[in-house]
């Protein structure tokens, strides 16, 4: 129904910057929420930033607030994460989701997503 793929992942050093990006395919028209995760190894998934797709609303984890930016392209169905000051802490492999069940009320919790990525590693070296 919904296809996300992740893209810009990579290798940056502390204190560099990295811009993901998510495009969505497929029936989208009934998509509400765009969000962010991470999994470090070893941990469990982790909400990163969320952003609403009508209104532009936003949201993020205490722990990349102000560091990171998400942002989203109507025209282009795409969803972006600006993130800056990186550190080794957010390594992980990234995935975009989307939320199709209408509310604003879930977005940081990952099991009320409908739709995943595959995922898009991140590295940061010290």
């Known amino acids: 129904q919904v296809q996300l793929v992740e893209s810009g992942g990579g290798l940056v050093q502390a204190g560099g910057s990295l811009r993901l990006a998510c495009a969505a395919s497929?029936?989208?028209?009934?998509?509400?929420?765009m969000g962010w995760f991470r999994q470090a190894p070893g941990k469990e998934r982790e909400f990163v930033a969320a952003?609403?797709?009508?209104?532009?609303?936003?949201d993020y984890a205490d722990s990349v607030k102000g560091r990171f930016t998400i942002s989203r392209d109507k025209a282009k169905n795409t969803v972006y994460l600006q993130m800056d000051t990186l550190n080794v802490e957010d390594t992980a492999v990234y995935y975009c989701?989307?939320?199709?069940?209408?509310?604003?009320?879930?977005?940081?919790?990952?099991?009320?997503?409908?739709?995943w990525g595959q995922g898009t590693q991140v590295t940061v070296s010290s």
């Open positions: 989701a989307a939320e199709m069940s209408g509310g604003w009320g879930g977005h940081s919790n990952h099991h009320e997503y409908d739709y």
């Open positions: 497929g029936r989208t028209r009934s998509t509400y929420v």
């Open positions: 952003i609403g797709w009508a209104g532009g609303i936003t």
